[in-house]
């Protein structure tokens, strides 16, 4: 064989996508731009099986691939509608949710549904770094996203501080923002914890949801510049309308050149963040 019948053969073709994976791509695409807006009603299988001269059984691979994504929901009897996108943000920052969701566009309103001093509980008191009894002012609103809601924030604060909150504006502006501004208080850090847990009455009604929806909670206690707790409290999110997303880096520890070298030496602490999670 020459030397050179080798470079002079043809490449090799691409592989063709699945059929499926295209119809999928084709309608994933029509979400995004809008040609599908949100609640709109999809194509029967049968009417994309014509469209996309393909079977119904690959028409339904390529929606259950759509549904898994989060992008349309199935209701039995009536077919698959496109999903409403979902809010999110970012929690490798402490950010009030207003200061956070006004900078993507949306439009923040919060109804206070009460405000008012109240006796630590014992939890509370001990979050906070109080004697159980003591006076702290107590907040519950209803955040609403584009004037729908999307969450319940219950939230706990000492009475020091609070006191301030009762004559402030809580219809339109962040609790972060107000401690800052307002209370002169410089705000360090946030510890946080997720769960998932059904809706009961409360929630059901705050947020306009089913019975037994699935509800994101947050629990956070806020600390100062100087480490004092100084905000606590349960954050109730949609769980089809809201997200929290971070970014996790792998570090890799250097190796340890020799027990002796290392022995007795402090490791630095890193710096904490400067950034802001949701109030």
């Not at 999903?83 to 956070?100: D, I, M, W, Y």
């Not at 501080?161 to 002169?184: H, K, W, Y």
């Not at 004092?228 to 954050?235: C, H, K, Q, S, W």
């Amino acid at each position: 064989m020459p030397a050179d019948s080798a470079a002079a053969a043809p490449a090799s073709m691409p592989t063709p996508l699945p059929l499926y994976t295209q119809i999928k791509d084709a309608l994933r695409a029509r979400i995004l731009d809008g040609t599908y807006p949100p609640h709109h009603q999809m194509p029967s299988e049968s009417e994309l099986g014509a469209s996309f001269r393909a079977s119904r059984i690959t028409v339904r691979q390529a929606l259950g691939d759509l549904q898994k994504e989060g992008l349309i929901f199935r209701i039995p009897g009536k077919g698959s509608f496109v999903s409403r996108p979902r809010a999110f943000q970012n929690v490798t920052s402490l950010q009030g949710f207003a200061e956070a969701m006004s900078g993507m566009g949306y439009e923040i309103l919060n109804q206070v549904r009460s405000l008012k001093r109240v006796p630590a509980s014992g939890h509370v008191a001990a979050q906070l770094r109080l004697r159980e009894g003591d006076p702290v002012v107590e907040i519950r609103r209803v955040r609403l996203l584009n004037r729908e809601p999307v969450s319940l924030e219950l939230t706990w604060v000492p009475e020091s501080v609070g006191r301030r909150l009762l004559n402030a504006d809580l219809a339109t502006r962040d609790i972060f923002l107000i401690l800052e501004n307002d209370c002169g208080v410089r705000l360090g850090h946030a510890d946080l914890s997720v769960d998932a847990i059904l809706a009961d009455d409360e929630l059901t009604q705050a947020l306009r949801i089913e019975e037994g929806a699935p509800v994101l909670r947050i629990e956070r206690l806020t600390h100062d510049a100087q480490g004092t707790p100084i905000d606590y409290e349960f954050l109730y999110f949609r769980g089809d309308a809201f997200q929290y997303r971070l970014r996790a880096d792998r570090h890799k520890a250097a190796p340890a050149t020799s027990a002796n070298h290392t022995a007795g030496r402090a490791r630095p602490r890193k710096p904490a963040s400067k950034g802001r999670t949701s109030a």
